[in-house]
């Protein structure tokens, strides 16, 4: 017969038992659902408001457009703009048996957001551990199916949001840095390269967003900020330029209207330049495809 001692020790034995079983099941969920997707691309910045979903959401569209199944998770837990600028707010998450499905979007992207859960208006009022958990259930639990490209979106900082993307998702293709052509953006954003290179996240390359504008009426283009510092940021940390994207006024009416303005306005000087971006990010993703397969 147990003594009292005993059954608390074996009840409390069963109870880890259970935790590390249920462990190793989540982790086995994730890899089989991860590993449904090609590729994954997150999207940082030291900064706020540079504009890394404006980035994510129009290079998830391009490659729509090109005919990749594509994905995009918003991992800005305060601050989710994807279904905004996806023209998807107000939009309800599906559930069935094998898990809750992504809402489709235009060109048949699939989205998630925090703020699909959330009434209009309400915060998400959370620390770091709720925020990590939300993020690991929409890798694991989210029922993304074959993707070619996971796009994510992440807030500003190298907080709680990327360590659970680098912890989550160990053979992603890389990060994409966004930054402005300034000094102070400069100085925050070289962070997020220093932050990336210690979690050995690969890194795709820098973009300069709002690098100059170009005036739609007579075509001549003014550095509002002074251009080039993010080539100059790239250089010096050794990774790849991807390219500069203009202030677009046609920008700022499409992420109003909820649409990619690589679509809406593909003649636009913003979608122009965003071309190079999108060419440099495929030609890597093709690349690292080709050293994937193994030799005959
Ligand atoms: N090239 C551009 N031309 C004109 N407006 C732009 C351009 N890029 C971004 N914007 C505008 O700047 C604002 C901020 O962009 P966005 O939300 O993408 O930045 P962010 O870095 O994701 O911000 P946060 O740090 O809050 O997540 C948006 O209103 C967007 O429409
Ligand atoms: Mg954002």
Not at 80 to 106: E, H, M, N, R, Y
Not at 248 to 263: A, L, Q, S, Y
Request: charged residues 20%; aromatic residues 6%; hydrophobic residues 40%.
């Amino acid at each position: 017969m147990s003594t009292p001692d005993q059954k608390q020790n074996e009840s409390l034995m069963e109870a880890r038992k259970q935790r590390l079983l249920q462990q190793q099941q989540q982790i086995e969920q994730l890899r089989i659902r991860m590993g449904k997707i090609k590729h994954k691309i997150a999207v940082i910045s030291g900064k706020g408001g540079v504009g890394k979903s404006t980035v994510t959401v129009n290079l998830a569209a391009a490659f729509a457009k090109k005919g990749y199944a594509v994905g995009v998770l918003d991992a800005d837990i305060h601050g989710p703009s994807v279904p905004k600028l996806l023209g998807l707010t107000g939009q309800q998450v599906k559930t069935g048996p094998p898990g809750a499905f992504p809402v489709t979007g235009p060109l048949g992207m699939k989205v998630m957001s925090i703020d699909f859960f959330l009434p209009e208006d309400v915060p998400t009022i959370w620390r770091g551990p709720l925020k990590m958990g939300a993020i690991r259930q929409f890798l694991q639990e989210i029922v993304w199916g074959d993707l070619d490209i996971l796009f994510i979106d992440l807030p500003p900082g190298t907080g709680d949001e990327p360590l659970t993307i680098a912890q989550f998702l160990p053979e992603m293709d890389g990060v994409v840095i966004v930054t402005m052509p300034n000094e102070l953006s400069s100085t925050i954003v070289k962070k997020a390269i220093t932050f990336a290179l210690r979690l050995n996240m690969p890194i795709l390359g820098v973009v300069e967003n709002m690098s100059g504008f170009i005036c739609p009426h007579c075509g001549q283009k003014t550095d509002i900020f002074p251009a080039g510092s993010g080539r100059k940021m790239a250089e010096e940390a050794g990774v790849a330029f991807l390219g500069s994207i203009p202030i677009d006024p046609k920008v700022g009416i499409d992420t109003d209207k909820g649409k990619p303005f690589v679509i809406e306005h593909a003649d636009s000087a913003a979608a122009k330049a965003f071309a190079e971006v999108i060419e440099k990010v495929e030609s890597h993703l093709k690349d690292r495809e080709q050293k994937q397969t193994p030799k005959a």
